[in-house]
């Protein structure tokens, strides 16, 4: 295995735990802004990638998606505990929207970090240099597809949630409905896209955001991205 090889699988595995852990502790952070201490009492607001880790989500899926050369990479940490009810209390329908999409804004305004970083750093042909531009990479990539992922309105991801929030907000009890009787079916929807063509069409923002990230740094990510992974 070649050295440029082994820094990207370190640049992968780093960015993908920076990414499902501080999506995770988004999440409990803002339901202690809205008064549920329950992640912070259950010690899941600690930066420790161990106290997070889903032995599936963060290295099974990861590691099938990489050697079988998917495309992309996503996974997942362990569920920071929320507890909606306190959040719902203190907030209504709109802090739960908020607790919600706290992983997903994280995810995206990492990606944004990472592609000024791109755009902005002088890169040299020294190892560290050449790391640190997978890393950066990886980070983008990685946390556009995990956001993306995040936001289908397919239970139980954070997308679904959001939305059936919305709607008790908006009074809109048919999708209220909709969405507690989709509940128990969401996680075989997601491995029937998963496994079929219709990921390529549920990722397909990916490209989209990629692009607009390219122009935003002035660097064509899709060209590098497309370079890292014949790595």
Request: proline residues 5%; hydrophobic residues 60%.
């Amino acid at each position: 295995m070649q050295t440029i090889e082994i820094l990207n699988i370190i640049a992968i595995i780093l960015s993908l735990t920076i990414a499902v852990v501080g999506h995770e502790i988004m999440h409990g952070l803002a339901a202690y802004h809205y008064g549920d201490a329950t992640a912070k009492l259950a010690g899941r607001l600690s930066i420790n990638p161990i106290k997070h880790i889903d032995p599936v989500g963060t290295i099974l899926v990861p590691a099938i998606l990489y050697v079988t050369n998917a495309g992309f990479l996503f996974g997942w940490a362990k569920p920071v505990p929320v507890n909606m009810r306190i959040v719902l209390h203190n907030a209504k329908e709109w802090g739960a929207i908020v607790v919600s999409l706290a992983g997903i804004a994280y995810n995206f305004t990492l990606a944004i970090l990472a592609t000024l970083l791109l755009g902005f750093i002088d890169f040299s042909n020294s190892l560290p240099s050449i790391f640190l531009l997978l890393f950066l990479a990886q980070t983008v990539l990685i946390n556009v597809v995990l956001g993306v992922f995040n936001l289908w309105p397919i239970p139980p991801l954070d997308g679904a949630n959001a939305l059936m929030y919305l709607a008790s907000w908006l009074r809109l009890k048919n999708v209220v409905k909709f969405y507690e009787y989709l509940f128990p079916y969401g996680m075989i929807i997601l491995i029937v896209i998963l496994m079929t063509p219709l990921a390529q069409i549920f990722f397909l923002p990916v490209y989209y955001i990629l692009v607009f990230l390219s122009h935003i740094a002035g660097i064509d990510l899709l060209h590098l991205i497309s370079q890292i992974e014949r790595i």
